[in-house]
């Protein structure tokens, strides 16, 4: 069975940055495709960042595109999000998701395992 366990997150300063990890243990972690989602109070769940299997694809949510990046490091069996220049409207819960697409899913309901989450809040 798929276990996704994130950390990283965190309270830190407006314009300040954060990695965000997520480990994969129970199955071959280079199977998987592998997705961030963030999901702000009162708010749905929403892609930021997915990349594939072998890191030759990557999808960035457009209001992320050159703050946030995602890669992978397989023989880690880890997938990472950095985050740069975070403001307040960045605060959420985290989450990292995993399928076995070969392209890497936009949505939801395309990922069959979840981690718990990992909160981040940026403060002005």
């Known amino acids: 069975q798929v276990q996704l366990v994130e950390s990283g997150g965190g309270a830190v300063q407006a314009g300040g940055s954060l990695r965000l990890s997520c480990v994969l243990s129970?199955?071959?972690?280079?199977?998987?495709?592998m997705g961030w989602f963030r999901q702000a109070p009162g708010k749905e769940r929403e892609l930021v960042a997915a990349i594939s299997r072998g890191a030759s694809t990557t999808r960035h949510a457009d209001s992320e595109k050159g703050r946030f990046t995602i890669s992978r490091d397989n023989a880690k069996s880890t997938v990472y999000l950095r985050m740069n220049s975070l403001h307040p409207a960045d605060t959420a819960a985290y989450y990292c998701a995993a399928d076995r697409s070969l392209v890497p899913p936009a949505t939801e309901a395309s990922y069959d395992y979840w981690g718990p989450g990992t909160h981040v809040s940026p403060s002005s």
């Open positions: 129970g199955r071959f972690f280079s199977d998987y495709t």
